[in-house]
């Protein structure tokens, strides 16, 4: 459908209550392939290509997480919907929590999944798209014969069983995303507004004190080569009530490497928690208490436990 004049792509599956799917930079709604249907099955599933992305219109326009968040409003209010359970992967993860603070009388539940804001630390390939003249020679690789190699290459090297290089095969449909300048152009301003050669801008710590009232659910992968597993343990640092999942023998997609697992967390904790019912006084309570007083010596990000030794592990589907 067509909003603000740009065409949307997105999935509609299943019938219920409404869980919205945000995909990672660079990838669209097909990196949720495998789960759409069993979420489906008690949901409705609304899976979208982020503006820019995918079957997306590509504009020279606003790439911000705001401006995502105000997107997804936009497209939600269109299809008639007016809350959702929001799932968000890695940049989608950024989204989702822009979402929430933004629309909070619209989130019924945040599901973060290898999520950016978290942390600074990203992978150094992430850095390097921020750097002056990434745009050209990504074109030069780009060009038929070299992407075709390069891409065959990782998605063999994905199917090696070596769990360093599990998530090559999402990297091999994202390089291949890159013979659109459209897409470079768009992917390349998303990551300059969240990311620096220092790492990740953008943090949801400043603000994590407002998710008191609203379910939250992370979901990290054990091998996470992009977004490091650590960044689970500063979401129980920010968010104590916060729900934290890590999936063993998985990488930054866990969706992927096992989704049968991702989709029955995700389906229990919807059945195990009530939907968020936005209280305007107590926002504005919150708001004007502000975030809670560290403890002296303590800083932003800082996890009383190792996620990997005290978080209950999914259960195989």
Request: charged residues 20%; glycine residues 10%.
């Amino acid at each position: 459908m067509t909003v603000h004049g740009h065409r949307r792509a997105y999935v509609r599956a299943g019938s219920g209550p409404v869980v919205l799917l945000l995909h990672g930079l660079g990838c669209d709604h097909t990196t949720w392939a495998a789960v759409i249907d069993s979420l489906a099955r008690t949901h409705t599933v609304i899976a979208p290509d982020l503006l820019g992305h995918g079957a997306s219109d590509k504009p020279r326009a606003d790439y911000s997480v705001g401006g995502y968040a105000n997107g997804m409003r936009d497209l939600l209010t269109v299809l008639g919907i007016d809350t959702a359970t929001v799932v968000g992967h890695s940049f989608g993860g950024g989204v989702a929590m822009q979402f929430a603070y933004q629309y909070p009388e619209r989130t019924e539940r945040l599901v973060l999944v290898g999520s950016g804001g978290l942390g600074p630390e990203v992978n150094p390939a992430i850095r390097a798209i921020t750097t002056p003249g990434f745009h050209q020679v990504m074109g030069l690789l780009a060009a038929p014969g070299l992407r075709h190699a390069a891409t065959t290459t990782m998605r063999v090297l994905a199917r090696s069983g070596i769990s360093q290089l599990r998530d090559l095969g999402e990297v091999a449909a994202i390089y291949d995303s890159f013979k659109d300048p459209r897409a470079r152009a768009a992917i390349r301003h998303v990551v300059r507004a969240v990311v620096d050669w220092k790492g990740q801008i953008v943090t949801m710590s400043d603000r994590a004190y407002l998710t008191e009232a609203m379910p939250m659910c992370v979901i990290w992968g054990a091998d996470d080569h992009v977004i490091p597993v650590t960044h689970a343990s500063n979401a129980s640092a920010l968010a104590p009530t916060a729900r934290v999942e890590i999936i063993p023998n998985a990488g930054h997609f866990p969706h992927r490497d096992h989704p049968e697992r991702f989709a029955k967390i995700v389906r229990d904790f919807i059945r195990a928690t009530e939907p968020a019912r936005y209280d305007r006084e107590r926002w504005r309570e919150l708001l004007d208490e502000g975030a809670p007083v560290r403890p002296a010596g303590a800083r932003a990000g800082d996890a009383p436990v190792d996620p990997l030794d005290d978080v209950r592990h999914a259960t195989p589907a």
